[in-house]
Structures are given as structure tokens and as C-alpha cells.
């Protein structure tokens, strides 16, 4: 399989006051197949979005390398070959209406990127943005219509056509479901799921909750504290989670047929998530985790793959 990105050592510290940082991402390192949904999962503040924001050039990276289709992100960036970045890397936000322009109907929002990236000749720009439109579950009334106009499902559909409008090949999603009520939920992952398949496309889906990236990933990414902590295909991460912080994760997700799976327990973690301005020493997860030992205080567990494609970074697995 071929990798299309690549994330080595991605570090991102954000300066707080003069003399501290807060190390929002501190140096994780996986890989994202052509054609695969990749899931990353954390709590609030793990580092997720920050990640998949670097990831895409919104921030610039304190250190480590993002290589994108073999090339180096950081050399395109210094040459023309930008503007193919920004055209082949697109982003779906969270929250859509804060990243529709409000004095733009859907058609101008549109024809930006049409413009800019120079997808369509002009006169084709109606016909392409119907089509577009009617693939997202919209139609070319909407066309015509500001963003406050649509609920946040549709807002969602919008963002997710404005994202395909320029032909991407790699879009990242950042909890592009998780302001939406749940019975839109699905819909949205649906049509992700389709895109996935119909337009070759690659996804980076951030989220929350496992239970959000359960059905969609192919393989899924386990953050806490600004670290990659397990990485798995999605069947391998809910049948054989290695990583303490997994299995807690894991156990808070209701079983949809209890009496079939074998038994589980609910893990409540205790305490709070340290400040990534201050995170413990040894390993991130050590304050919280009930099978911490001695050396967990005094090394960082390294990164590695334990079997084939499962990683994690756990001194039990030493
Ligand atoms: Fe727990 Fe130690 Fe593993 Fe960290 S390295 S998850 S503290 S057992
Ligand atoms: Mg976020």
C-alpha cells in the first residue's frame, strides 16, 4: 500500500507568556494509506486538531517532517507547488458556519476556489456547482442562498462541497460531525463514506469519541496529551486494545449486544487531564493510568509496532 502522508516527530508548541510552551502536539509519528478513512481519537485538548492544522499548513510546525505524496511539505511551501498543495489537501471544519464567509452566498464561496485553483472554465462554473451540490444532498436553489439560511447539517454539506469543489485528493475532517444533531450524524458519514470510494479520495477523520470513527476508519490513531499513544485498524483497536488509555476509552462506548461480546468493565479514569504546559515526566498517561509502574515516571515509552500495523507506546509492551 502506498503511503500518501507521512508524519515524522510532528511536534507543535505554542509560546505562553515569555518563558513557557504549551506543547500541544509533542512529536507523533504515523502514516496514512491512499484511499483509507485514518481516524484520530482524544479528548478536548489532545492535540487532535492541532495536528491535523499543522498537518495542513494552518500552523507551522515546531519540528518533525509531513511528507505528502513523497515530497517534503515544508519545500513545496517554498515553491510554486503551494498552490497544488492548498488545491490537492482540503479541510472540513467542525463548526461550518464559522468557516463560510456569511456575506457569501454558496455559489460565490464556491466559485472562489474554482476560480483560484482554476478547476472549471467559467462558463461551466453553474453546471459544475449544481452537480456539486446535488452530490453533497443539496440543490441548485441552494446556490443563491447565505450560509445563515441553512441548518447545521446543510452548513456541513456545504463545507464538504466547497472542500471537493477544487478535486482534492486528501481531506481532513476535524470533528465534522460532532455539532450536528444525531440523526444527521450518519448521513454526513455516509456521504464521506462514498466520497472515500467514488472519488479516490484519502481522509484524515478527527473526532472525539471511538464511536464516531468505529464504523467509518479503516485504521485509527489513539492521542492523549499531545502524544500518539496506539494505532490500529479499526477491528484490531476494538478487539485487542493494547494501550491502558484505550482500554479506558473503549469501555465508556455503550455494546451494542451485550450478551454477545464477552465482558467488559467500565475503566473511570481518575483525575484530570494534565496541562500540556506542564506534562508529567516518563509517560504522558502515567498520572491517570491504573497499571503505572516504576519506570513509567522516568522514561517516555517509546513508539513501536508490537504486531503488524498495531502500534503503541506502553512499557507494558516491552
Ligand atoms: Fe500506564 Fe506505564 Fe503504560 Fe504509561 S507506560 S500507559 S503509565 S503502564
Ligand atoms: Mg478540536
Known amino acids: 500500500k502506498e503511503k500518501v502522508l507521512e508524519v515524522k516527530n510532528l511536534k507543535k508548541h505554542f509560546p505562553v507568556g515569555r ?11 504515523f502514516h496514512i494509506f491512499r484511499g483509507e478513512i485514518f481516524g484520530i481519537v482524544g479528548e478536548s485538548g489532545c492535540g487532535k486538531s492541532t495536528a491535523g492544522r499543522t498537518i495542513i499548513q494552518l500552523y507551522e510546525p515546531t519540528a518533525g517532517e509531513i511528507i505528502f505524496n513523497g515530497k517534503k511539505i515544508q519545500d513545496q511551501l517554498k515553491k510554486k507547488d503551494l498552490l497544488k498543495f492548498r488545491q490537492e489537501m482540503q479541510m472540513i471544519f467542525q463548526d461550518p458556519y464559522a468557516s463560510l464567509n456569511p456575506r457569501m452566498n454558496v455559489r460565490e464561496i464556491i466559485t472562489a476556489g474554482l476560480t483560484v485553483h482554476n478547476i472549471v472554465p467559467k462558463n461551466e462554473h453553474e453546471n459544475y456547482i ?26 456541513q454539506r456545504i463545507g464538504i462541497a466547497r472542500a471537493l469543489s477544487v478535486n482534492p485528493k486528501f481531506i481532513i ?9 444525531v440523526s444527521i450524524q450518519a448521513q ?16 484524515l477523520f478527527i473526532a472525539h469519541d471511538l464511536s464516531m470513527v468505529k464504523h467509518i476508519s479503516d485504521r485509527i490513531g489513539v492521542m492523549y496529551l499531545g502524544n500518539m499513544v496506539e494505532i490500529a485498524t479499526s477491528e484490531e483497536l476494538y478487539s485487542n486494545p493494547l494501550h491502558p488509555y484505550t482500554q479506558a476509552l ?7 449486544n451485550p450478551k454477545q461480546e464477552r465482558h ?12 500540556p504546559i506542564s506534562p508529567p515526566s516518563g509517560c504522558p498517561f502515567r498520572t491517570r493510568c491504573s497499571k503505572a509502574m516504576g519506570i513509567c515516571a522516568e522514561v517516555k515509552p517509546e513508539w513501536k509496532e508490537i504486531y503488524n500495523n498495531h502500534w503503541v507506546a506502553c512499557h507494558l509492551y516491552n
Open 19 to 29: 518563558k513557557t510552551v504549551l506543547k500541544a502536539v509533542d512529536g507523533i509519528n
Open 130 to 155: 449544481s452537480e456539486l451540490l446535488e452530490k453533497v444532498g443539496l440543490n441548485t436553489s441552494h446556490a443563491n442562498r447565505y450560509p445563515h439560511e441553512f441548518s447545521g447539517g446543510q452548513r
Open 173 to 181: 475532517a476535524d470533528e465534522p460531525i460532532s455539532a450536528l444533531d
Open 188 to 203: 454526513v458519514v455516509n456521504l464521506m463514506k462514498e466520497l472515500q470510494v467514488s472519488r479516490d479520495l484519502t481522509f
Open 250 to 256: 473503549l469501555s465508556a462506548i455503550p455494546l451494542p
Open 264 to 275: 467488559r468493565e467500565r475503566i473511570i479514569l481518575k483525575g484530570d487531564v494534565p496541562s
